[in-house]
């Protein structure tokens, strides 16, 4: 096992970006639930810990604790807020109680030699992030104050012996501007001689495929999208033709997709089933316009064909391109956030199959696949591809399904993207589609009345979807869209932007 630095997650938002940012240090880092074993957390050779934030004060029922020995470690430990609070709490200093939230930029000065602060200016301010309520009133004896702000006067403090740390503030938010120094010096404060290097990581997951597939054979449906398409090149280069691949068409993908990503495969040696089974989606879908339900059935129908079509003999495996973010979600013990949108996949399936599932990605981030594709050679256009959600154009279309509607839909999209694509904005924006919005309205064509269907245009910026903000396009862009889809798609005669955020809004119409 490859020496980490272990993260252990009281659930606080910014836990998978401490991750990101150690990995970019080049250490090898990994999230485990707050209640990990001490035994886990050494199987994992631990060299560090790091203590998330939270949504919960110390003093709260239910506010999560770890493993009571885990300062019987042997290895650095950094809290960050709740986690800094959380050692106060367990150590016998004192948390105060605050209803009263801090959050925004603050000014930290430093107020000792703490190799945390190495290299930093001992006798100027510095900026960083703060989001917290509670503070730390009276630190545990044997601690001594590294960090101070005006409204957190223990904004940072150490063990006077053991490397035991704690900081008020998040240093792995960009807007502490010395985040990534103070992260770099607590990873030097652990030993730690393993680079975690992507080239290092293709060898070890081709090596390690070959070991557990043995003489087996793998099937795997393969989209086009970044996961599967890096997941299936790396298995490829593991065991060749004994990958088996298939490329379900469900008649919801963008125009001209289809044949697109069919000679993208073929350029990179991938051999490909091409299944088209749109006629059956499109009728399964017939007289259905609940969002949820449409997700469910497209999801069931995708698993029915995809079955048909995945026999053969010695299969044994099922290739799946979970990622990092997918698995630790899993393994959360703060319980189920609120369902907004069941997301497809092809959950469902190992176990009806029988199959064994190969995650070759399952401890990656995206920004990581992304980067393991380019190490493979995959052309950008599939790795610079923008989202595009399992269950396609079926959820741009409100309400009920229609081969029609699709058509237009499909023509729409084709000029929004076009029109995006030869701007300069393709490459920062997060998301640019068309929706069709079944509702007619009235319009004059020469001298005709015309009374007919709505395309909305969404274009979104966002670093990770979870958050997004409407995009700014230029008005001269907007007219172009505007007038192209009007005179090209036939049906429609209106054309509106969409100008929410998500929250409250989300990026998808449904
Ligand atoms: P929302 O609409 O929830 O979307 O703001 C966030 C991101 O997820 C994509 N999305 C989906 N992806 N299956 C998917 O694989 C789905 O059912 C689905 N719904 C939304 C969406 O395109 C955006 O990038």
Redesign the pocket.
Known sequence: MMESIVILDFGSQYTQLISRRIRELGVYSQIMPFNASIKQIRDLNARGVILSGSPYSVYQKGAPKPDKSLFSLDVPILGICYGMQYITHSMGGVVQRSKQREYGRAEIELSCDSPLFKDMDKDAKHTVWMSHSDRIEKMPADFELIASSANSPVAGFQHKTKPVFGLQFHPEVSHTVEGMQILGNFISCCSISQKWDLGAFVDAAVSGIKNSVGRDYVIGAISGGVDSTVASVLTQRAIGDRLKLVFIDNGLLRYGEPEEVMSAFKAMGLKVKHVDASSLFISRLKGVADPERK?KIIGKTFIDVFEEHAHGKGIQWLLQGTLYPDVIESMSHLGPSQT??????VGGLPSRMRLKVLEPLRLLFKDEVRSIGRLLGIPDGILQRQ?????GLS?RILGEVKQQHVDMLKMADRIVREEIDKSSLSTTL??YFAVLLPVKTVGIMGDERTYEYVIAVRVVN?RD?MT?DWARLPYELMDRLSSRIISEVVGVNRVVYDISS?PPS???WE
């Open positions: 997700r907004i949108k069941s997301h497809h996949n989202p595009f959600p399992g269950p959820i997060w998301q966002s979807a997004a998500k989300t990026i998808e």
